[in-house]
């Protein structure tokens, strides 16, 4: 069984480009999460997805970034017009059932994307 | 709000000896707790959790953690450190009430010299 796959593993961007990062879950799992590591820092939520819905994204900043997973392939983490400030590594996690209270699955995370903006 | 502090932002340790990575939390309600482990280039991998029950857990690599309610706390532990041990480590903590996600601390760097 596969693991959580993210592509690209790097990328680099120009100021005012646009990324756009890929996650596939694993198998089975129709719950995915976006998380971002800032240089010194731990990881921030970003928001929480399940298949055409998205379910909190709360610590998504307000412009320029977008996410969806679709009813077919890959989750999309969005983020327009970048700044240099976007540079990070943006992680994906994916679980089997939704993270309400009283179910508790971990959360499986992916590689990562290494975003630098040039 | 949810919260984590590693309060170390580094732990040294000598190959054989037994280490410690300090973690705090602050929940609303009760508190569901998690170790993952980074190593370099990697995405997080999962340790070890405290849901409920014996507040000693048991997880991946020889680790364990102990849950202390009255200190709110969550201390990564291993008897005996290996070189390969050496990566960062994040605490994270959700609570139970409702929805809610993941929140890690900023992360602790575990370096095991031989």
């Known amino acids: 069984n596969a693991g959580v796959m993210q592509n690209p593993r790097h990328l680099v961007r120009r100021r005012g480009q646009e990324a756009r990062l890929r996650c596939s879950p694993m198998?089975?799992?129709?719950?995915v999460y976006w998380y971002r590591q800032l240089p010194e820092e731990g990881l921030k939520f970003m928001v929480y997805l399940q298949k055409e819905n998205i379910i909190d994204e709360s610590g998504m900043p307000k412009e320029r970034f977008s996410a969806e997973f679709p009813k077919e392939g890959p989750s999309i983490l969005r983020i327009q017009q970048v700044v240099r400030g976007d540079s990070a590594a943006y992680f994906c996690a994916s679980s089997p059932v939704s993270q309400l209270a009283g179910t508790l699955n971990e959360q499986f995370f992916g590689p990562g994307t290494r975003l630098t903006v040039l | 709000a949810q919260s984590v502090a590693q309060p170390e932002d580094q732990v040294n340790v000598a190959e054989g000896n037994p280490l410690t990575v300090k973690c705090t939390y602050s929940?609303?309600?009760?508190?569901?707790l998690f170790w993952y482990v980074q190593y370099p280039n990697r995405g997080l991998q999962f340790l070890l959790k405290?849901?409920?029950?014996?507040?000693l857990v048991k997880g991946s690599y020889g680790f364990e953690a102990e849950f202390n309610k009255s200190q709110t706390s969550f201390h990564l532990k291993k008897p005996s450190a290996l070189v390969s041990d050496s990566a960062l480590y994040f605490c994270?903590?959700?609570?139970?009430?409702?929805?809610?996600?993941?929140?890690f601390g900023k992360g602790t760097m575990l370096l095991v010299s031989p």
């Open positions: 929940v609303s309600g009760n508190p569901y």
């Open positions: 994270a903590v959700r609570d139970n009430s409702g929805y809610s996600t993941l929140t």
């Open positions: 198998k089975g799992h129709s719950h």
């Open positions: 405290y849901i409920t029950g014996d507040n």
